[in-house]
């Protein structure tokens, strides 16, 4: 019930029923739990000098070249939430060191996970906080990819649905496609091994790798759903203000820098020239027991 007009704004049908286009949005599944993919934080200091954490904004402090608009995965979320009430809802993510800003680094405060400002925003929103499970594990899209996977498994989900934003979504889609496919699967462990030079580091690998792997062939047996939803088009229905804001944005040369840079991304999936190997994932891995 969507009408593209051009390569950024889309038209809502807003007499549509919500409970309807969120139906077509989910691909027709009742989610079991929703996976919110973490994303950028933003400090506020009240007049009172209190220090909180949200999901930042569309436009950032620290990078105004870019325009990533984070706090669309909660409100998502929350909406998403209100139709699929038994759902519950992962917040995911830790915050990697090398995306720490400078302003941060001067800091002894230990900086909070993008799962916990994740969370605290959907129940500032009104959401009852035993629907919500804190994963922070993950450092960047492939363990979130790895971790949804793990958290499937483990509590027996059959349809899960990963809200994120909607420049993102092929990427995640194409990362979990990798992992569930057995020969990219090896060329990716592969990759990533060379990561860990001592013998302890290597092991520990080896063991988290091998518990991955075991999760992930329960996984494809039980034939489990995962849809990807974009956090966009969720707002865009939620509200005719929201729809007018998420066009806007859209058009924004911050939010098209973004697009573009994802775009540059797939395509090194595709032929194979994607860094896997990254500092986020060996921080990952070494944070596991």
């Known amino acids: 019930m ?15 029923p919500k409970k309807d286009y969120y139906k077509e949005q989910l691909r027709g599944i009742t989610p079991d739990a929703f996976f919110v993919l973490g994303g950028g934080n933003r400090e506020i200091i009240s007049s009172k000098e ?21 706090k669309a995965r909660p409100i998502a979320a929350v909406e998403l939430s209100k139709y699929y009430p038994e759902a519950k809802i992962v917040t995911m993510s830790h915050r990697p060191k090398n995306l720490f ?9 230990e900086y909070p ?12 929103a009104g959401v009852n906080g035993n629907k ?13 990819m790895m971790e949804v996977v793990k958290l499937i498994v483990q509590n027996g989900w059959q349809n899960t649905a990963v809200i994120t ?15 569930k496919d057995d020969e990219k699967l090896v060329f990716l462990k592969r990759e990533l091994r060379f990561l860990f ?38 707002l865009r229905r939620r509200s005719p203000h929201y729809e007018k804001l998420i066009n806007e944005v859209m058009e924004q040369d911050g939010y098209k820098n973004v ?19 990254q500092d986020s994932f060996r921080e990952y891995i070494l944070a596991l027991k």
């Open 165 to 179: 934003n909607d420049y993102q979504i092929e990427r995640a889609r194409k990362i979990l496609n990798i992992l």
């Open 50 to 70: 209190r220090v909180s954490y949200k999901t930042s904004s569309y436009r950032g402090k620290f990078f105004p070249e870019k325009i990533g608009g984070a």
């Open 101 to 109: 800003q400078l302003a941060e680094k001067s800091q002894e405060t």
């Open 197 to 234: 030079k001592t013998e302890r580091e290597s092991d520990l690998f080896n063991r988290q790798w091998q518990k991955f792997e075991e999760a992930l062939s329960k996984f494809k047996t039980s034939n489990a759903h995962v849809v990807f939803v974009s956090a966009e088009n969720v």
């Open 132 to 144: 919500i499970i804190e994963k922070p594990e993950s450092t960047s899209t492939l363990t979130e």
């Open 259 to 277: 697009v573009e840079q994802e775009k540059i991304g797939n395509q090194k999936i595709d032929e194979g020239k994607y860094t896997f190997a």
């Open 2 to 16: 969507t009408e593209q007009s051009n390569v950024f704004e889309v038209k809502v049908d807003q007499s549509f």
């Open 113 to 124: 996970t993008f799962a916990h400002v994740l969370s605290e925003d959907i129940k500032r």
